[in-house]
């Protein structure tokens, strides 16, 4: 508590506080309050100073603040990645270099702003680019730095010999020789103050190999020595052209291989000799001839003055000539044709000499052609006949002639023999044959054919006439030989037949009801025979005999059957029974039905055909009355069996109470009227009833009488 207005107040924490400053006048007070805050000054620390070697960031380490809120500032032309926090990243700009200062700055809005920099000393780092090494075929390589900043210099990492740099190693293109064959590594590094960078490359140095093949030459065969010299690295032969396949033993790395292939021709041959990245390569021509094998092919007997040579080429080329003979050869189309024609101008024996050349290598064959004069064979035309024999006729003209079978399914006979020009052949089976007329001058011959048909004679068989009801019959003809075919001969309608007209079983449609002749024809090559059917076709009746009846009690009814066609119909009772008026009708009047069903048949018939339906009469039941009064007022005067009317032979037998027959009537009319067997009037009581019918269907109960 202070007395004084004017005081000096100190807290020992931070904080908002509320003084009271209050004024008393004897019994009188007043008072006022304020409010005083206790803000805590900004402390602000940036970090160290440190220098940047070629890099695109900087993150700040160890910065620290409290009580306000982060600014960072810069003299340079980068940017935060976050102006707000203790540590950020900051991005150079741009080609900005030397010394960089970040301020960072502590706001608090009470207080003063506190602040701390840091400075970064930034220098471009080198990049080193050693460029590319490679492979080379001597001792000197040019190397391919590419420089970044600062200054480079080439070293030698690896290998055995020494290296040289010319002009010197701070070339970044300068050109290093070695002393010894083998693989380098070199680097180029890269210095800019206090930065460096290196880059390294693999140089290898080999030997120039200088391939030798040595020389090529002709082979007349598959195989060749070749003779290749060695000098460096290893050697490989391969085949740069030719059409075939090459093999090489031992191996195609032995310089003194043989090499064999499987196509004769022309090759060119490459011997490769490859150390490490350096080759070197010599070709040879090797030519591979086949080794002609003359086949001259035979000589032969000749029918004229001109003979086809048949030599059978191997290789290279080939030439005929004459070897002996007394005439002049001429050769087409020239004599190098293996299948030359020679022609000689006098009939005799000759020789011919077939020789091949192929390179260097040769072959020849002689072969004998003999000339002599044609026979000219010549045979009437061919013919078709009937049967199992036919004639032939052949017009001789010098030497012997003989008829022989070429082809044809059986054996032949020759009447009067087969060295007649003209004779009879049989057969022994039918088909097509080919005969040959041969007639022979000592080794020459001529032969002429002919073709003879032999056609079994068809014996057509249609099956049998036939009625159908019906458009549709199938048809029966029995096959022979040779191609069958129907047709129709008469009838007034339309004829269709399936599946074709050549089915022996074929099915026939006709439009029209008719009788119709149907025509089955067999051919066997000129050759036929037919056979005749006659088949009727009738319309078929639908028998329709009207629609089933029932009623309560057996009674008269007409029946309601219909006829399809002009023909007739006929009623039959099937069960049951019924009285048929007239079973001819088709509306006849019926009677007597049986209880129950009673079946009748209604048959329609068409000439041959006919159908038939069923119709049913019911008869649901007999009404018999329990109470007669046979009192002569004419009322209920008789024992009445409704139902039984139209019924045949109703037996009722009437019994007493204690079982004793007292009326019978084996063929009840409903006339029974309370009367013993001897007509004598029965007392009133009750009675028992036993109703038998014709079906054998019984009825049994009791009935009252009364007067």
């Given at each position: 508590m202070s007395t004084s207005g004017n005081t000096t107040v100190t807290t020992s924490t931070y904080g908002t506080y509320v003084y009271q400053w209050t004024i008393t006048n004897g019994a009188c007070v007043s008072s006022d309050n304020i409010t005083v805050n206790y803000n805590q000054s900004p402390i602000s620390y940036a970090g160290e100073d440190e220098t940047i070697c070629g890099s695109s960031s900087y993150t700040v380490t160890g910065s620290t603040s409290s009580n306000g809120?982060?600014?960072w500032s810069t003299s340079g032309t980068g940017t935060f990645n976050d102006t707000s926090i203790d540590n950020p990243t900051y991005n150079f700009g741009i080609g900005e270099s030397g010394v960089i200062t970040?301020?960072?700055?502590?706001?608090?809005?009470?207080?003063?702003?506190?602040?701390?920099?840091?400075?970064?000393?930034?220098?471009?780092?080198?990049?080193?680019n050693a460029g590319i090494g490679g492979s080379e075929c001597d001792l000197d390589f040019t190397l391919s730095a590419t420089t970044s900043i600062?200054?480079?210099?080439?070293?030698?990492?690896?290998?055995?010999?020494?290296?040289?740099f010319?002009?010197?190693?701070?070339?970044?293109?300068?050109?290093?020789?070695?002393?010894?064959?083998?693989?380098?590594?070199?680097a180029w590094t890269e210095v800019n103050d206090a930065c460096t960078d290196s880059d390294t490359i693999s140089v290898s140095f080999y030997q120039q190999?200088?391939?030798?093949?040595?020389?090529?030459?002709?082979?007349?065969?598959?195989?060749?020595n070749l003779l290749a010299r060695e000098s460096f690295g290893i050697g490989t032969w391969t085949k740069i052209s030719g059409s075939g396949n090459l093999t090489f033993s031992p191996n195609e790395n032995a310089p003194n291989a043989i090499v064999t292939t499987d196509t004769y021709g022309s090759y060119k041959l490459r011997w490769t000799e490859v150390n490490g990245y350096c080759t070197d390569y010599d070709e040879i021509i090797v030519n591979f001839y086949q080794q002609p094998i003359a086949n001259a092919g035979v000589g032969g007997d000749e029918c004229d003055l001109n003979f086809t040579f048949s030599?059978?080429?191997?290789a290279g080329s080939g030439k005929w000539t004459q070897v002996s003979g007394s005439g002049i050869s001429t050769f087409f189309p020239n004599n190098s044709s293996p299948k030359a024609t020679v022609s000689v101008n006098a009939y005799g024996s000759y020789q011919y000499l077939w020789s091949e050349t192929n390179g260097n290598c040769t072959d020849s064959k002689i072969i004998d052609v003999n000339f002599y004069e044609q026979p000219i064979a010549n045979t009437r035309s061919s013919g078709n006949v009937c049967g199992l024999t036919y004639t032939v006729e052949a017009i001789p003209s010098f030497g012997d002639g003989i008829w022989t079978k070429v082809s044809g399914p059986g054996n032949v006979s020759f009447i009067p023999n087969s060295i007649s020009s003209n004779c009879e052949l049989t057969v022994d089976s039918y088909g097509t044959y080919s005969f040959r007329w041969t007639e022979n001058n000592g080794t020459c011959f001529s032969s002429d054919e002919i073709i003879v048909n032999f056609y079994e004679q068809p014996l057509a068989n249609a099956g049998y006439s036939a009625e159908q009801c019906g458009l549709e019959y199938s048809l029966e003809a029995n096959p022979s030989v040779g191609l069958g075919v129907w047709k129709k001969i008469s009838g007034v309608g339309n004829v269709q037949f399936i599946p074709n007209s050549n089915s022996p079983n074929a099915l026939i449609k006709v439009d029209t009801y008719d009788t119709y002749q149907i025509m089955w024809t067999e051919t066997s090559g000129n050759c036929s025979d037919s056979d005749i059917v006659e088949i009727t076709f009738q319309e078929q009746p639908i028998a329709n005999a009207g629609t089933d009846i029932k009623m309560e009690f057996a009674e008269k009814v007409e029946l309601n059957a219909v006829l399809s066609t002009t023909g007739t119909g006929q009623w039959t009772v099937l069960s049951g029974s019924a009285n048929l008026y007239d079973e001819f009708t088709a509306t006849t009047s019926v009677d007597q039905l049986g209880l129950g069903e009673n079946i009748l048949r209604w048959t329609e018939t068409n000439q041959f055909c006919s159908d038939y339906d069923d119709v049913k009469l019911s008869v649901d039941n007999l009404f018999i009355p329990s109470v007669i009064?046979?009192?002569?007022?004419?009322k209920n005067e008789f024992f009445v069996i409704r139902g039984t009317e139209s019924l045949e032979e109703v037996h009722l037998t009437i019994f007493n109470r204690n079982g004793i027959e007292i009326f019978t009537d084996s063929n009840?009319?409903?006339?029974?009227?309370?009367l013993d067997r001897n007509g004598n009037e029965l007392i009133p009581d009750t009675y028992f009833y036993v109703l038998k019918l014709k079906t054998n269907k019984v009825f049994k109960g009791c009935i009252v009488l009364k007067r």
């Open positions: 809120n982060i600014v970040l301020t960072k700055t502590v706001e608090n809005p009470s207080c003063s702003s506190a602040s701390d920099d840091i400075n970064i000393t930034f220098t471009a780092g080198p990049s080193a600062g200054i480079g210099t080439w070293t030698k990492i690896s290998g055995l010999g020494n290296a040289v010319n002009p010197n190693a701070n070339t970044p293109n300068a050109a290093v020789t070695v002393d010894v064959y083998d693989t380098y590594q070199f190999p200088l391939a030798d093949a040595g020389v090529g030459g002709d082979e007349c065969d598959f195989d060749y030599a059978i080429p191997s009064t046979p009192n002569g007022d004419g009840y009319n409903n006339n029974w009227y309370g």
